[in-house]
């Protein structure tokens, strides 16, 4: 297989690269962080004029025709510059609900406000007793004319509080587990019966809780089938898995660079740390984790292109477990080699650790995903 990127993903590369390293320094991203929402618009106005809201999108729709592996090499560079703006909820998750199961309609509604940043997403999903199960659902969606209402309460909407738009998981029919009965529901954040519980995330990020008591939307709010819409949300959802894999990847890759900055700088007793063997072997074990995190990466990224979901399933839970393990090893001896300032919110590096954690526990922690491989058979 040949991983070397084309000339046009080389220069999407240098443009998203070339764009964050001049706008997202830690002190620019410390002031990003106290806006409403928590999140720069002038940022996401910005990814918008470089075209990179539009990567994924067809050409017929306004978009770029992208792939799988435009989308992990800006994920990557989101990871590097701990960007928190909305890109994977609006553009990856609720984008990909569109492109993949959007009709004509619901694709003119939406899609040409995600692509020039006048309008952000946020995927309602998890619930208090669904875990990681994606069709655990007890919010119910039941039909009224040709309407739907919809009650229940979705927990740690990401991008919930600026969100003009929310997608939500609901019940039709059937039992609390039941694998039918499950539909996709666009549903405007401001509708009447919506409520939203605000709050920031460990790692800079702020969600929402929201309750949804009888609210109502119209026919055109459904995406796909109402009734059998659990094979399109594992789809989207291992599509979030991989880009989350990438993002993970450039937060590691910058961790390493970070802490071998410090080990080449940092004196004790009149003595470059760096200079010590043992120092040097566990950066090296940073290395090695980096790099198998990264192969992994690109695994789950060809993954996403399979049509068989078994495959995909497969493929996508290796890679979320490696790299959790990556991730957990980097974040800690990124830690210990910075010492005590590692642990101080004024040091970079403790930063990176936080959402390395988050992103393992998001959409299915490594017990979890090991078990999906385990019970899947031997890797394909």
């Not at 002190?27 to 918008?48: C, F």
């Not at 499950?182 to 800079?204: E, S």
């Not at 078994?310 to 959790?324: E, G, P």
């Not at 954690?357 to 490594?366: H, N, W, Y």
Request: proline letters at 2%.
């Amino acid at each position: 297989m040949d991983f070397e990127l084309s000339e046009e993903q080389r220069l999407l590369k240098e443009s998203v690269d070339g764009l964050l390293a001049n706008t997202y320094d830690f002190e620019q991203r410390k002031r990003y962080i106290k806006e409403n929402g928590g999140w720069s618009k002038l940022i996401w106005q910005k990814l918008a004029g470089q075209g990179l809201l539009g990567v994924p999108f067809a050409e017929s729709d306004g978009g770029f025709g992208a792939g799988a592996v435009e989308t992990m090499i800006i994920m990557e560079a989101i990871g590097r510059a701990l960007v928190l703006e909305p890109y994977l909820p609006t553009v990856v998750i609720c984008g990909g609900f569109l492109r993949h199961g959007g009709s004509v309609a619901q694709k003119v509604a939406h899609l040409p406000s995600i692509i020039d940043g006048s309008r952000t997403l946020a995927f309602a999903q998890l619930e208090k007793s669904s875990r990681y199960d994606l069709y655990d659902i007890t919010t119910s969606a039941k039909k009224r004319g040709k309407g739907w209402v919809i009650d229940g309460e979705k927990l740690v909407v990401i991008n919930g509080q600026s969100a003009e738009t929310l997608v939500v998981t609901a019940r039709s029919r059937g039992a609390q587990r039941d694998k039918g009965g499950i539909g996709v529901f666009l549903v405007p954040a401001d509708a009447k019966g919506l409520t939203k519980k605000i709050y920031a995330t460990q790692d800079g990020l702020h969600a929402a809780d929201v309750t949804f008591t009888s609210v109502e939307v119209g026919a055109e709010a459904v995406v796909g089938d109402p009734e059998n819409a659990l094979s399109l949300i594992e789809r989207v959802v291992d599509e979030a898995r991989a880009a989350l894999c990438a993002e993970a990847v450039g937060a590691m890759d910058e961790s390493l660079k970070i802490t071998v900055e410090y080990l080449k700088t940092r004196k004790q007793f009149g003595v470059l740390i760096g200079s010590f063997q043992s120092l040097r072997h566990r950066a090296a074990d940073m290395f090695v984790a980096l790099e198998q995190a990264r192969s992994m990466s690109m695994l789950a990224t060809m993954a996403t292109n399979c049509d068989d979901a078994a495959d995909r399933l497969q493929l996508v839970a290796a890679a979320k477990v490696q790299i959790a393990r990556s991730g957990k090893l980097i974040g800690e001896e990124a830690i210990q080699l910075h010492g005590g300032i590692g642990m101080t919110m004024d040091a970079r590096i403790g930063h990176y650790f936080k959402r390395l954690t988050m992103v393992e526990r998001a959409f299915g922690d490594p017990g979890y995903h090991l078990r999906r491989v385990s019970e899947s058979g031997p890797l394909v």
